[in-house]
């Protein structure tokens, strides 16, 4: 079993779910969503399998493979995982089965809102008008028309909105696990196709702008990390025996620092709008506000993190000089973002914008912890993407449950729902005191490494981060004090509260944010050697007291880590 492509099985059994429900005949709807459902089980299941296999103090990068794939070029089907990318796989294997679940019915035909329906009608008077008055031609044009008792919105399929989650499945185990650097932005790219496509069909009424601004954004940010990889090839062939894609090889390079900053901007734009860092973020509260509930999950669980890791994982090992000289600036970036997100939070009047701006704040202190270059701060950075998604996740997915009750998402429209719906009212009260970092919930944990370890180099702006935390505190509890306590708004009378799917949904969220709030050692025995080596590939070492900066001699070297994790 040590040579078992684990990494390939994962990722490719989602796509072998997406043939079985494509194979399917039609109105099998309930089928479909069981055998996504399965597939996605299937693939935590062999997640956990393999990561019992992994060994922290073992190969920095475990579960390797690598096949010629364009020889011409170097380029390779090369996968492999350090513990930062182990735990965000497994953050996948996690978050899509809770989607599934939560995502049942959001893909079954709906009537079109009253405004949908309205434009129907007047197309279609308009093109029989045409028709009636279309000369002597025998042409006769046909609209479809509202059916009887509500038109339908066109373009939702069950079939197609659970391969679309599949296949994002699979491209996101991908983009965690390449090590071929061109083989992360084909990765990188395709998983913008299912996102798009979960935005645009299945969205809010605003669906078909926010989902060609979220390609949008994307994919110029991509064209700038493209234009960097090439130029990481070139420089390969100059001082390698032929051009290579392969990271551990590209670490290798000597790069003059004009030469590397260049390229540091290619990768850390494209990943500055993926996280979103501030002021690159705009994209985000439109994307999140009208996603499926389910997509937006992923969005901001998962697909965001994208840029944080990447941030980790090529900015800093790749260009080195680059990121020391560059990194005042991303940290003030970084503590702006903290700061603007918490404040506009607190102003929304839209549940899911509030989420999203949330979510910009959080990635304030990732940023800040990543490039605080030292071992706590890293740490905690990894570590907050996981628990990131698992909050946000779980808030995202009650408040969605919240507003397909109440069919709308202004904050205004509720209040005193826990009268009707204690279960729903204390879904959200657990995800939003996990959400602004209350002691015993997993947030925290990695809140308090990112600060301490930050404050090590950065002490003002870790001062003025630490801000954030008491806005936090501001935005979850108003936002929950205005929707589930106070009077109850006659309207929402008679609110269902959570059902059984739904608590099954929300539930292996709140363990795990409990469990983690009380024992992370778990993860960060997983996550603290691989952040080790990509501090010696920087070249930096925790600071010691007097000491200021440097490497220290029981350090591990970039030549320990290109086979072993810390020593």
């Not at 204690?422 to 995800?431: D, E, H, Y």
Request: charged fraction near 15%; hydrophobic fraction near 55%.
């Amino acid at each position: 079993m040590d040579d078992f492509p684990w990494l390939t099985v994962i990722g490719a059994t989602p796509l072998l779910g997406v043939a079985v429900i494509l194979a399917l005949p039609r109105g099998r709807d309930l089928l479909v969503k069981q055998v996504a459902l399965l597939t996605s089980l299937v693939v935590l299941g062999l997640t956990i399998a393999m990561c019992a296999r992994f060994e922290p103090a073992g190969a920095r990068f475990q579960f390797t493979e690598a096949y010629d794939w364009i020889p011409a070029f170097g380029v390779q089907y090369a996968v492999g995982v350090d513990g930062i990318a182990l735990v965000l796989i497994a953050l996948v294997a996690v978050l899509v089965p809770v989607v599934l679940l939560a995502s049942w019915h959001d893909a079954d035909p709906v009537e079109a809102t009253a405004a949908e329906a309205a434009a129907a009608s007047e197309r279609a008077v308009v093109a029989r008008a045409a028709a009636s008055t279309g000369g002597g031609s025998t042409r006769v044009a046909t609209v479809e028309g509202p059916p009887a008792g509500g038109a339908l919105r066109p373009g939702r399929s069950v079939k197609t909105f659970f391969s679309l989650l599949l296949v994002l499945e699979t491209m996101m185990v991908g983009v965690f696990a390449a090590t071929d650097v061109f083989l992360f932005y084909v990765f990188f790219e395709a998983m913008l196709i299912p996102m798009y496509f979960l935005i645009g069909s299945y969205g809010g009424p605003r669906r078909a702008y926010a989902s060609v601004k979220f390609l949008l954004y994307s994919l110029f940010g991509g064209l700038l990390m493209l234009a960097s990889v090439i130029g990481l090839y070139v420089a390969a062939g100059d001082q390698l025996a032929s051009g290579t894609f392969n990271f551990l090889a590209l670490t290798q390079l000597e790069l003059s620092t004009t030469h590397q900053v260049w390229l540091f901007l290619g990768f850390f734009l494209a990943f500055a709008i993926k996280a979103p860092l501030f002021p690159f973020h705009t994209w985000l509260p439109d994307a999140g506000a009208e996603a499926p509930v389910g997509a937006a999950v992923l969005l901001v669980g998962v697909l965001d993190k994208v840029g944080t890791y990447g941030f980790l994982r090529y900015c800093l090992p790749l260009f080195p000089d680059a990121s020391r000289e560059l990194a005042p600036y991303v940290i003030a970036l970084s503590v702006i973002g903290v700061l603007y997100g918490a404040l506009l939070a607190m102003g929304q009047k839209d549940l899911k914008r509030f989420v999203s701006y949330t979510s910009i704040a959080h990635f304030g202190f990732i940023g800040l912890g990543v490039f605080a270059f030292t071992t706590q701060a890293q740490t905690g950075a990894v570590l907050y993407m996981v628990n990131h998604g698992l909050s946000t996740g779980a808030l995202f997915l009650v408040i969605g449950f919240l507003v397909a009750r109440g069919r709308t998402r202004d904050v205004d429209a509720y209040g005193g729902v826990a009268k009707v719906a204690p279960l729903l009212a204390g879904a959200f009260l657990v995800a939003g005191l996990s959400s602004l970092a209350l002691p015993g919930l997993s947030t925290f944990i990695s809140e308090f490494l990112v600060l301490v370890g930050s404050f090590q180099r950065y002490e003002v702006a870790t001062v003025l981060a630490t801000i954030g935390i008491v806005l936090a505190a501001l935005y979850v509890l108003l936002a929950y004090q205005r929707t589930m306590q106070g009077p109850l708004n006659p309207v929402h009378a008679r609110m269902p509260d959570l059902k059984g799917r739904e608590v099954l949904a929300v539930a292996p969220l709140v363990a795990l944010m409990v469990f983690l709030g009380f024992y992370p050692k778990p993860l960060t025995d997983v996550i603290e050697p691989a952040v080790r080596c990509t501090q010696a590939d920087l070249g930096f070492s925790d600071p010691q007291p007097d000491e200021g900066e440097g490497v220290e001699s029981d350090a591990p070297t970039p030549a320990d880590c290109q086979t072993t994790g810390e020593r």
